[in-house]
């Protein structure tokens, strides 16, 4: 290379910086200009939100003021509200209870007739005086004849013996007289019913015994008899008592359950018509509600009337001004798409997310794309490019990769395809321009 050539390549490459330089120069001026536009609509915004906030504080103190005169009319019509029935338990109510309670409390108590009863059939256990008497006498019989009886048994029999053997002896004197025989033959016949009277005599203590012996068993058997008739009549006592302690708990028993039973349903009955008493009271006080919310919503359905249009106007302001603002923000790749109706705002939205996604996995490349993209849509609006390509290039099929839930392919797709813009547009085409 030639010095001439060699000092034409240093000035083309000085004029090449030059105008790089020139260029930076315009695109800061530019962007200078944006951020005064954008300071410019955002005091704007600022006036017509304040606006917007004075025409809604005047609607909520109209809708305040229809919400007291609904309230003041209902107070009209209610008055000193609807009739009220008093809650709790009436005071009748509550003495029948107490009542009721008192002889719940008493009703196993035992009257003082059926203690008297129960009583008298404790003194009944005991065993009669005259029939303990027969048993005493019954048992002295065990023992036979008692000595005074014995001994009179053997006086009377031995007097008997006696006055026997004197007249049988009067009589065989009386004969032998008439006979005329004495001596030994009187005397032989004379001895034998001596004889006779001394066995007779003898004969008597066996008699005696024998009778005693007799005695001894028949009173053995009284006895007996007179033990089970004991036996017998002191369970007959018992079981009467039984029947009777048995009969008074019965009693008891039913007189305590009809008391609880009672009590039980005075005490239902109560809580009924206190849960009616206060289901009356609740639906007057829902009456009253009603009414008053019926007021109230007519009230502000002629506010709504009247102010209808104000609303209305305000909507659509809002509308238009959030618009305005999303519009008036420093222009990106998917924002000037956006402008000019490429995308559709769910679309620049799904943009913004992967945006959002790219902060948050790559953010050198984010920050990179955040400083240097308005920059680069104004030098691709100055070439004059075609936003529409992009739908059909990366931007779409970052979309599309975000629709099918693959972030982080959206994201690559979409950085690399800013990267290549800025390569293009920022850099290479202006040094190649120059």
Known sequence: MTEEEIRQ????????????????????????????????????????????????AAAEAARKQDISRGRELAGEVIGDGLSRLE??????????????????????????????????????????????????????????????????????????IGRSEQTALRQLRGLQGAAGIRGGLAGAQQADILQGGAQQRAQLAQDLFLAGEQRKRAALGEF?????????AGQARTGALEASARAAETEDFARRNAALEGLQGATAQARQEEI?????????????????????????????????????????????AAREKEL?????????????????KQQYRKAGKIFLIATLRKPI????????????????????????TLKSGFVGQAL???????????????????RTLRNKYLLKEVISHA
């Open 9 to 56: 390549e240093e000035t083309r490459k000085l004029n090449a910086a030059l105008e790089e330089e020139k260029r930076r120069k315009a695109a800061f001026a530019d962007g200078a200009a944006q951020r005064n536009e954008a300071r410019t609509n955002q005091v704007q915004q600022q006036q017509r939100q304040s606006e917007f906030d004075k025409r809604i």
């Open 87 to 160: 809650e709790g338990r009436a005071s009748e109510v509550s003495d029948i209870i107490g009542r009721r309670k008192a002889i719940a409390d008493t009703a196993g108590q035992r009257s003082t007739d059926i203690e008297n009863v129960l009583a008298a059939r404790r003194q009944g256990l005991a065993e009669p005086e005259a029939l303990s008497r027969v048993a005493d006498l019954r048992e002295q019989g065990l023992e036979g004849f008692s000595r005074e009886e014995l001994a009179g048994l053997e006086s009377q029999r031995l007097g008997g």
């Open 224 to 232: 007996e008899q007179s033990a089970f008739g004991r036996e017998a």
């Open 276 to 320: 009616a008493r206060s289901q009356f009271n609740i639906g007057q006080e829902q009456a009253e509600k009603s009414l008053e919310l019926q007021s109230i919503f007519g009230q502000q359905q002629l506010g709504v009337q009247e102010r209808g249009g104000v609303s209305q106007a305000i909507n659509a302001e809002r509308e238009v």
């Open 328 to 344: 008036a923000d420093d222009s990106y790749i998917c924002t000037e798409m956006y402008k000019q109706g490429i995308l559709t």
């Open 365 to 388: 490349d984010a920050l990179e794309y955040y400083i240097n993209g308005p920059a680069i849509v104004a030098s691709m609006k100055e070439h004059n490019f075609d936003f529409t």
């Open 400 to 418: 599309s990769l975000l629709d099918q839930g693959k972030r982080m392919e959206a994201v690559k797709v979409y950085t690399d395809g800013t």
